[in-house]
């Protein structure tokens, strides 16, 4: 029987839908609605996607929304003041750098100097601490994601193997923490990872993250286990594929999410409740 999608978008909509209602009965309260600030460098068309979903989600839930678009070469030391500017700013409870930023730019030196009430994207450091340390904290967007998926069709990770292709800082590390956290063991996979379809064999819950289409075939999937891909590849054609091959593998597994329409909603919507969640926390 072929495997059940994990509807994203739905599940994004109806987060987003709850969210505005909160919106608009707490900002009577606060004389003011949440404000989320995107900041963008340079013309990666990707990114202008991006930002401008983002952008666009802000305002259809009530929330403000402010663009910052710098020039590919703009000086470190300028985002840096405006990154400045924006934490002392009492109408914004979000900042978000989109990456990536130019290559001569020290992205890490940038997104410190969010302040940590305000890192909508859970990457600063104090927020991973507090994520190493099960306290609570802003979140990474994709993973917190990735969990209100698996909560919402009572996929319970406690006591499963999981297995996550993929370790970066923004993705597989923390999303790895997060299913810890809920009890599931947890193997992070990569690069280097010998003999990984032997190790994707043994997930319950296999999740890629690595941006390679197609890379997880049928053959690296247990009969049953759930997928979850949260690659986004642009393919030569300009359509969207994920790191799984989406028609074999939902033969085998029983849950799949597709791309587009799976994870990448997920990601928007998170960013906007932990605008949310800052705004509720400032006086
Ligand atoms: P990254 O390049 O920072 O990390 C990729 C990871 O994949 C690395 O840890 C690397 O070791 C691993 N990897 C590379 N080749 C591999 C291979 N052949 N076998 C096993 N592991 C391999 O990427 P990222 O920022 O984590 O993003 C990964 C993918 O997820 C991309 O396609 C990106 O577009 C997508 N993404 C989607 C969302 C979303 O909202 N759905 C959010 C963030 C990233």
Redesign the pocket.
């Known amino acids: 029987m072929p495997a059940q999608i994990l509807d994203g978008k739905t599940l994004a909509q109806k987060i987003l839908s709850e969210l505005s209602e909160k919106i608009e009965q707490t900002r009577l309260i606060k004389g003011r609605p949440p404000g989320l600030a995107v900041l963008m460098v340079g013309d990666n068309p990707a990114s202008a996607v991006y930002v401008r979903n983002k952008e666009r989600s802000c305002l259809n839930v009530g929330m403000s929304s402010y663009g910052r678009h710098f020039p590919h070469d703009v000086e470190q030391s300028i985002v840096i003041d405006e990154i400045e500017r924006l934490n002392q700013d009492p109408n914004l409870d979000g900042i978000l750098l989109q990456l990536p930023v130019p290559d001569y730019l020290n992205a890490t030196e940038i997104l410190y100097k969010i302040t940590p009430e305000k890192d909508a994207d859970g990457l600063h450091p104090i927020n991973l601490g507090k994520l190493v340390r099960a306290e609570d904290g802003l979140r990474s967007?994709?993973p917190l994601?990735v969990m209100k998926l698996l909560e919402e069709y009572n996929i319970e990770p406690d006591g499963k193997r999981v297995v996550i292709?993929?370790?970066?800082?923004?993705?597989?590390k923390p999303l790895s923490l997060m299913l810890l956290e809920k009890n599931a063991t947890v193997t992070v996979?990569?690069?280097?990872?010998l003999n990984?379809a032997q190790v994707t064999n043994e997930a319950d819950i296999l999740i890629a993250?690595?941006?390679?289409p197609g890379?997880i075939t049928s053959s690296m999937v247990k009969s049953g286990a759930v997928v979850i891909d949260?690659?986004?590849?642009r393919l030569s054609d300009g359509t969207l594929a994920?790191?799984v091959d989406f028609a074999s593998v939902s033969q085998v597994a029983s849950y799949i999410t597709p791309?587009p329409g799976?994870?990448?909603p997920?990601?928007?919507a998170m960013l906007l409740v932990n605008t949310f969640a800052s705004y509720q926390k400032c006086p």
């Open positions: 967007c994709t994601g292709v993929g370790r970066s800082i923004l993705v597989g996979a990569h690069s280097r990872t990984l993250a690595v941006g390679k890379l949260v690659g986004i590849n994920g790191d791309v799976g994870v990448g997920l990601t928007v």
